[in-house]
């Protein structure tokens, strides 16, 4: 996950992890920059979700029964 938060002004965002938790602290020199920093973040984060939910619910297709 924290890959996938990698911001496009890598500069604005700070990300730790430590075991489950990911805190993220974004730091700009203005409030229009960090506005833009936590729309891309917000964004990233949803999409990583997404893309977690269906890799987990894909499961594998067993072969057909050949009787």
Known sequence: MRRA???DR????ET???GATLRCRVAAPSASSAR???DDLLA???LAERTRQVS???T???PKDPS
């Open 36 to 38: 833009a920093t936590l």
């Open 56 to 58: 987990s619910s894909a």
């Open 10 to 13: 890598p500069e604005y965002l």
């Open 44 to 46: 990233a984060i949803q």
């Open 60 to 62: 594998p297709r067993s």
């Open 16 to 18: 730790e992890q430590d």
């Open 5 to 7: 938060l990698a911001a």
